[in-house]
């Protein structure tokens, strides 16, 4: 069983250029959630889908951002015309319905550095 | 609001040393669920409990312990004789409400010395 992968591991972009991180969940994982975090602090929640369907949008979510899930597998998480804010670590995590306690599995990360 | 503080920025300790991380929980929820993840310098998180609101029952994982009182809003993790491996960043989340969304705490670090 393999764990939640994701691509690129680091990212070096020119502020206004645009990004794209990739996730994949671990097999039969239904849920899948992207939290960035900055230097010194913990995660933070931007958004997650169940399947195809994206359930719950962060207000840290802005409009440069975008995130698709479209086969119900694995996800893409776009950011437009970056900018040095957006600097951070992109988590990726999955988890299983079965059960209530949903406890969401990681993957390594994407780090991002916007110039 | 829904909030998790962890006071302790980082802890130094010597090898063999006990060590309990302190977290603090706020939720007006009365279902809920408390995670606590570590963070090794590789930088992946990496799962180690969870627990629900209405399971306050300590329990113990080898060096690792939980203790969960809702009285203090608290779910404090401890490990007993230390080692350098166990140096990491420690999260403690919550998850209530009707989302899935896990909130963190700002993470303790903690540096185990040989």
């Known amino acids: 069983d393999t764990g939640v992968s994701q691509n690129p591991r680091h990212k070096i972009t020119k502020r206004g250029q645009n990004v794209t991180f990739r996730c994949d969940p671990i097999s039969e994982h239904n849920r899948l959630y992207w939290y960035r975090q900055t230097l010194g602090q913990g995660p933070e929640f931007l958004t997650y889908f169940q399947n195809e369907a994206q359930l719950e949008k962060s207000r840290l979510l802005s409009d440069r951002f975008s995130a698709e899930r479209p086969k119900g597998s694995f996800s893409t998480l776009e950011i437009q015309r970056t900018e040095q804010g957006d600097s951070a670590m992109y988590l990726c995590?999955?988890?299983?319905?079965?059960?209530?306690?949903?406890?969401?599995?990681f993957g390594p990360g994407t780090r991002l550095t916007v110039l | 609001a829904q909030k998790v503080t962890q006071a302790q920025t980082e802890i130094s300790v010597v090898e063999k040393e006990d060590v309990t991380l302190d977290c603090v929980y706020e939720?007006?929820?009365?279902?809920?669920?408390l995670f606590w993840y570590k963070q090794p310098p590789s930088g992946e998180l990496v799962f180690l409990i969870r627990r629900n609101s209405f399971d306050e029952q300590n329990e113990i994982s080898g060096r690792y312990s939980w203790n969960f009182q809702k009285s203090t809003s608290s779910f404090n993790f401890t490990i007993t004789a230390s080692q350098v491996v166990d140096s990491a960043v420690y999260f403690c989340a919550l998850r209530s409400g009707n989302t899935d969304k896990l909130i963190f705490g700002t993470g303790t670090r903690l540096q185990v010395f040989p």
């Open positions: 995590a999955s988890s299983s319905l079965a059960g209530s306690y949903n406890e969401q599995f």
């Open positions: 939720t007006r929820d009365t279902t809920y669920y």
